[in-house]
Each structure stands twice: as C-alpha cells, then as structure tokens.
C-alpha cells in the first residue's frame, strides 16, 4: 500500500513563494508517474502540475506555467511543488497523487492520493 503525505503548504502573502514536498513510502516510487492536484472551496479537484517517473518529462496547466516546477528526487522518495509568484486565486488544498491509469490530468485515474496540505495567499 502506497502512502503519500505532503507537507509546506502555509500562509503567504501574494507574489511570495512556497515549495511543497510529498513523501512516498510502500511502493515503487520511481516507476510511478506523480502529480499535484489543487482544489479550492465549492471547486472541483483540479490539475496542476505532473511529473514522470524519470524526471524527464513535466506537464502544466496553464494557469501555474512559469510560476511552478514541479521535480522529484527518486533516492529520497519524495516529489515537489515549488510554487512562485503565488496570487490569491492559487488559495486551496493540495494534493499530491501516485500512477495515474491513463491521462495524467484526470483525477479519477490516479491509484494514491496524500492527506493535502493547505496553501492559502492572501491578498
């Protein structure tokens, strides 16, 4: 059993900067395709950001491109969000989620899901 827990999420002001971590354990993190997912009160669970198992191919939405990179390091077990120029309309719990089936922008593909860690930027 894959588990997941994120961690850095906090409160910031707009245009600062956060870096979220997400810690795996019980799989094989460095098969799996990761990503961060977002969602805001009364929205829908949302893309952001994917990475692939190798560390060679990323995807963004385009709301978060130029602004976030997402990374990992496979020794550690652990991927990241680092999020610049934070606005408020970033405000919302994130996700992060292990081996998606399929397209890595749906939500419902993914295999594991971490706890979420608020990310609240205020104005």
């Known amino acids: 059993q894959v588990q997941l827990v994120e961690s850095g999420g906090g409160l910031v002001q707009t245009g600062g900067s956060l870096r979220l971590s997400c810690a795996a354990s019980?799989?094989?993190?460095?098969?799996?395709?990761m990503g961060w997912f977002r969602q805001a009160p009364g929205k829908e669970r949302e893309f952001v950001a994917a990475?692939?198992?190798?560390?060679?191919?990323?995807d963004y939405a385009d709301s978060v491109k130029g602004r976030f990179t997402i990374s990992r390091e496979n020794a550690k077990n652990t991927e990241y969000l680092q999020m610049n120029s934070l606005k408020p309309e970033d405000t919302g719990v994130y996700y992060c989620?292990?081996?998606?089936?399929?397209?890595?922008?749906?939500?419902?593909?993914?295999?594991?899901w971490g706890q979420g860690t608020q990310v609240t930027v205020s104005s």
């Open positions: 989620a292990a081996r998606p089936r399929g397209s890595w922008h749906e939500s419902t593909n993914y295999d594991y």
């Open positions: 990475i692939r198992w190798s560390g060679g191919f990323t």
């Open positions: 019980g799989g094989t993190f460095n098969r799996y395709t």
